[in-house]
Nanobody
């Protein structure tokens, strides 16, 4: 069964850090690009970050550039999102996604598989 499972969400104070993980199972992801998206209450889902299958390309949404870092561990079939300098506006449900193509992209319609999401709340 093809599956993506996120973990690592929680409550963090403004300025703090959090690392999200997304573990994949049921498929060989060597040739798949991966991404993180997020959706805040009352807002549309937005692309946060994406990484290509060969690790060479990473993309970031404007609101997270310089603060978030995406990485992948192919041996563990896990993708990570390291989030620093968190702000209240980063509060959202974060989803990981996978697409059966090598190139990174932040276009959600191009992704084939989605996780169930993990809540991140930034509040004092």
């Amino acid at each position: 069964q093809l599956k993506l499972v996120e973990s690592g969400g929680g409550l963090v104070q403004p300025g703090g850090s959090l690392t999200l993980s997304c573990a994949a199972s049921g498929f060989t992801w060597d040739y798949w690009a991966l991404a993180w998206f997020r959706q805040a209450p009352g807002k549309e889902r937005e692309g946060v970050s994406s990484i290509s299958s060969n690790h060479a390309t990473t993309l970031y949404g404007d609101s997270v550039k310089g603060r978030f870092t995406i990485s992948r561990d192919d041996a563990r079939t896990t993708v990570y999102l390291k989030m620093n300098s968190l702000k209240p506006e980063d509060t959202a449900v974060y989803y990981c996604a996978a697409r059966q193509f090598r190139a990174a992209t932040l276009k959600e319609e191009l992704y084939d598989m989605w996780g169930q999401g993990t809540q991140v709340t930034v509040s004092s």
